[in-house]
Structures are given as structure tokens and as C-alpha cells.
């Protein structure tokens, strides 16, 4: 079993940072691919940055150039930096793995276990 306990959300002006952390049990942690996914009101969840246990990355179009995702596989954690934050990027931030792929997925049907989430707020 994967518990997954992110942290790091806040309220922020528009063009602010957060850093958000995302801190994984699991001896195996360094095999999981790992991913940060969205959910702002009223709207479905969708996926924001993914990475394989290599390090590889993928983005949504949306925060690309703008957020980092990275890995610390010493530590068990995850982390995405958010850099020129907007109001649109204004959600409920959750990190996900998976211990059935190596390679990161921007598909959630791809992720076994999820955290319960932290809230980012971006006012204008």
C-alpha cells in the first residue's frame, strides 16, 4: 500500500510561486512513476506534470515553462514548483502514483493511488 500526503498549497497573488511536496511511503518509491493532477471548482480533474522514475517529464500544455515537477527518490518525495501563477491555475492539487509503470502517463486510470489533496488559491 502507497500513502501519498502532499502539502505546500496556500494562497498567492497572480504572478507569484508556490512549491508544492508530495511526501510517499513505499520501499519501492524510486520504480513508481509519479504525477500532480488538478481539480478547480466545477470542472473535471486533469492532469498538470508527470515523471518516470528516471526523471523523464511531461506537461500539460498549460504549465509548460511555468511549473517543475521533480523527485527526490532518497527522500520518497515529489515536488512541483509553480512559478507565474495565474488565477486559472486556481485548484485542489493532488499527487498520484503508480507501481504498476515506470514511465510517467497523463492518464488518471494509469495511477493507482492518490493523495487527498491541497488547495492552491490565485487571486488577481
Known amino acids: 500500500q502507497v500513502q501519498l500526503v502532499e502539502s505546500g498549497g496556500g494562497l498567492v497573488q497572480a504572478g507569484g510561486s508556490l512549491r508544492l511536496s508530495c511526501a510517499a511511503s513505499g520501499r519501492t518509491f524510486s520504480s513508481y512513476a509519479m504525477a500532480w493532477f488538478r481539480q478547480a471548482p466545477g470542472k473535471e480533474r486533469e492532469f498538470v506534470a508527470t515523471?518516470?522514475?528516471?526523471?523523464?517529464?511531461y506537461y500539460a500544455d498549460s504549465v509548460k515553462g511555468r511549473f517543475t515537477i521533480s523527485r527526490d527518490n532518497a527522500k520518497n518525495m515529489v515536488y512541483l514548483q509553480m512559478n507565474t501563477l495565474k488565477p486559472e491555475d486556481t485548484a485542489v492539487y493532488y499527487c498520484a502514483a503508480s507501481n504498476l509503470r515506470r514511465t510517467g502517463s497523463s492518464r488518471q486510470d494509469d495511477y493507482q493511488y492518490w493523495g487527498q489533496g491541497t488547495q492552491v488559491t490565485v487571486s488577481s
Open positions: 515523471i518516470s522514475w528516471s526523471g523523464t517529464t
